[in-house]
């Protein structure tokens, strides 16, 4: 069954950090561009950053470029979202995404909530 | 401008068709994508390439596209249909992913 599985979410103070993980289940990675996509809670999608299969094209949404880095193990069929500087707004449900460039996210994950509150 | 725009809600009852539109200065050069997205649900792709339906999605659900406004359209709407629909596209220059806001479809 092809599934993307997200993973560690959870609390953290602002200006603390985070790492997400997302595992992809009866495909490969390196066929797809990956993406990560959050939703406030009761609120809209917002794109976060994507990546190539080879790491070489990457891209940030404003909100979060220098704070954020989205990388992958291709040998463990795992993405990464590190986080840091966090701050209250990134307070979210984070969903990894394939994604065709310039196209759709076809696999969802069913997301990670992150809380970031003192 | 990277943004698109959709109207907060629509409601229509059982039976009819449903138009939701989305803006964005964009889309005469880029493709539209719509997604529907159920309380606790993941989103779910329902239209590609503005017109395009994946396997699966049923035949009611179509999309079009005109100048800088794309629309989805839910053809004898039943009440499973109920949920929130997003468009997405990219910016102009290909790079930026960007979402509409979202819009709230209620079965009267």
């Known amino acids: 069954q092809v599934k993307l599985v997200e993973s560690g979410g959870g609390l953290v103070k602002p200006g603390g950090s985070l790492r997400l993980s997302c595992e992809a289940f009866?495909?490969?990675?390196?066929?797809?561009?990956m993406s990560w996509i959050r939703q406030v809670p009761g609120k809209g999608l917002e794109w976060v950053a994507y990546t190539s299969s080879s790491g070489r094209t990457i891209e940030y949404a404003d909100s979060v470029k220098g704070r954020f880095t989205i990388s992958w193990d291709n040998a463990k069929n795992l993405l990464y979202l590190q986080m840091k500087s966090l701050r209250a707004e990134d307070t979210a449900l984070y969903y990894c995404?394939?994604?065709?460039?310039?196209?759709?996210?076809?696999?969802w994950g069913q997301g990670t909530m992150v809380t970031v509150a003192s | 401008s990277n943004e698109l725009t959709q109207p907060p809600s629509v409601s229509v009852s059982p039976g009819q068709t449903a138009r939701i539109t989305c803006s964005g200065d964009a889309l005469p050069k880029q493709y539209a994508f719509w997604y529907q997205q159920k309380p606790g649900q993941a989103p779910i792709l329902m239209i590609y390439k503005d017109n395009e339906r994946p396997s699966g999605i049923p035949e009611r659900f179509s999309g079009s596209s005109s100048g800088t406004t794309v629309t989805l359209t839910i053809s004898g709407v039943q009440a499973e249909d109920e949920a929130d629909y997003y468009c997405?596209?990219?910016?102009?220059?290909?790079?930026?992913?960007?979402f509409g806001g979202g819009t709230k479809l209620t079965v009267l």
């Open positions: 995404a394939t994604w065709e460039l310039r196209g759709a996210f076809d696999i």
């Open positions: 009866g495909f490969t990675f390196s066929d797809y561009y």
């Open positions: 997405q596209s990219v910016d102009i220059s290909g790079t930026y992913v960007v």
